[in-house]
């Protein structure tokens, strides 16, 4: 088929790429000219594992291209909406003027039979609107919702190989439906579950889903503040719930919480929208979801300052990851890198390493000490924090570390290391709603 998708950003440029691999023509737009031609050059302005090489893939295939012209939309069948909306200054919720401005740009290029189909993640009612909107136009062309749900670091593989799809479509959507069918005719083949809904249903799914593992993930870090309170283990505790299926044991993960440009504002905008609705009740337990995850944040410099005699000020700190998780350099709302601006902040001497997201945390916070390896950070440190659950992390070796600090003390903000490899190799480890000591624990 040929494509447009209209906003070049994390979503739109891995959107584009995948479309181009699964054989569709496309052409990506965008306003900001740099992004655009990075793009072309086949360069990835972000970090995304295998993007790259996607890009220079479809480049060279001539299937893919991009442009800051909306006029190159004309002609194409399907067009994307996969801009930013991000959460408006001072207020919960969402910013939908890029989303606006997207298919206001789009009306004039338009022809009958065309279909406009939203990713980005909306308020409920958006939708509608903009169908309206379209059909007030008189372009003859119609709109479809077709919620994104990816995952930073693996965008490539749920994109190519998704674990569902949904479409929000009009009462009379059977053209919208025939042609989404065909712009997703790998994965359908493929046996990926389908839900064909209204535009109502279809916004609420990405809102509705980001929520439950907001809260999932809030849940086990409330546990971590009770077992840090009792002297349990928050690990063990969570393997055990875990093995309920009702459960299970993905997103039970204590430690700094969530972050990232989707998952804070997305529930904050979720919250706001219920409240336009009349139906805020509903959804009051966000609002505890949210402080408990911001309260990790702040009980990680408690424990640096209690693993340092009670006063961080002018004691030197490691900070090892910036990014909100592994296998990105996103850095925006990211608990890391806010922990490592309060300790520098409460007067800290922070050096901070990050495999790809020192210069996204470089433009947020230019006053931190950024170095280029884990040893230069580590050295003659009196503390080490571990705030991002990067394999080179995991994989350290305590016993060499150990050589090159000035005290073995290190806090594990995400539960990734081994106490007991590291204790054994000398170290205070402490981690967030994990035991002081090690005990001694019966056996299976």
Known sequence: MRMSVIGCGYLGAVHAASMSELGHDVVGIDVDEQKVAALASGEAPFFEPGLGELLQRAL?????????????????????????????????????????????????????????????????GTARRLAERIAKSGSGASLAWNPEFLREGFAIEDTLRPDRLVYGLAVDGGQAKAALDEVYAAALGAGTPLVVTDYETAELVKVAANAFLATK?????????????????????????????????????????????????????????????????????????????????????????????????????????????????????????????????QGAAVLCHDPKAIPNARKRFPELSYVDSIQEAVRDADAVMVLTEWDEYRDLDPHELGATVSQPIVIDGRNCLDATAWRDAGWRYRALGRPRDVRSMALV
């Open 60 to 124: 060279a295939s001539g299937r893919l291209r991009f442009s800051t012209d909306l006029a190159d939309a004309h002609g194409n069948d399907v067009h994307f909406v996969a801009v930013g909306t991000p959460q408006k200054n001072g207020e919960n919720a969402a910013d939908l003027r890029y989303v606006d401005a997207a298919v206001e740009g789009l009306i004039p290029w338009l022809r009958p039979g065309d279909l406009v189909v939203g990713k980005s993640t909306v308020p409920v």
């Open 217 to 345: 993930i809030s849940f086990i870090n409330a546990m971590a503040e009770v077992c840090e309170a009792a002297g349990a283990d928050v690990t063990q505790l969570a393997d055990a719930i875990g093995h309920d299926a009702r459960i299970g044991r993905r997103f039970l993960n204590a430690g700094l919480g969530f972050g990232g440009g989707c998952l804070p504002k997305d529930i904050r905008a979720f919250m706001a929208r219920a409240g336009e609705l009349g139906a805020d009740q509903a959804l009051t337990f966000l609002r505890e979801v949210d402080r408990i995850n911001m309260r990790r944040r702040e009980r990680a410099v408690d424990l640096a300052r209690e693993m340092l005699g009670g006063s961080i000020l002018g004691r030197r700190i490691a900070v090892l990851g910036l990014a909100f998780k592994p296998n990105s350099d996103d850095v925006r709302d990211s608990p890391a890198l806010n922990v490592s601006a309060q300790l520098a902040l």
